[in-house]
């Protein structure tokens, strides 16, 4: 009904730079909140960021000042550009969305994407 799919992950060294996006797809009513979260192997899944419809946002504490998440309403698309990234960055980054569907447009569920692969290294 809903689908979401990311882009944008890949290797990186220490310090560079990478732009995560997701594009949500289906029988769209409206979309509340969009956020990424990431999981690195043998780690329970983090919240990383967060963006409300009305583009207030949150960030995980290691990510303040280094990323950036944003979101395009007309595209149904959230983006999460990451800055001075380190080793301890490499997950899976997975995008999440809360929708309404037309099927029922009052009730909101939480979408998730596949995820895409981060690796930091040198």
């Known amino acids: 009904q809903v689908q979401l799919v990311e882009s944008g992950g890949g290797l990186v060294q220490p310090g560079g730079s990478l732009r995560l996006s997701c594009a949500a797809s289906g029988s769209i009513f409206r979309i509340n909140g969009m956020g990424w979260y990431r999981q690195a192997p043998g780690k329970e899944r983090e919240l990383v960021a967060t963006?409300?419809?009305?583009?207030?946002?949150t960030y995980e504490e290691s990510a303040k000042g280094r990323f950036s998440i944003s979101r395009d309403n007309a595209k149904n698309t959230v983006y999460l550009r990451m800055n001075s990234l380190r080793p301890e960055d490499t997950a899976v980054y997975y995008c999440n969305a809360i929708v309404a569907t037309y099927t029922d447009s009052k009730l909101m569920r939480a979408y998730w994407g596949q995820g895409t692969q981060v690796t930091v290294s040198s």
């Open positions: 963006i409300s419809s009305g583009g207030s946002t």
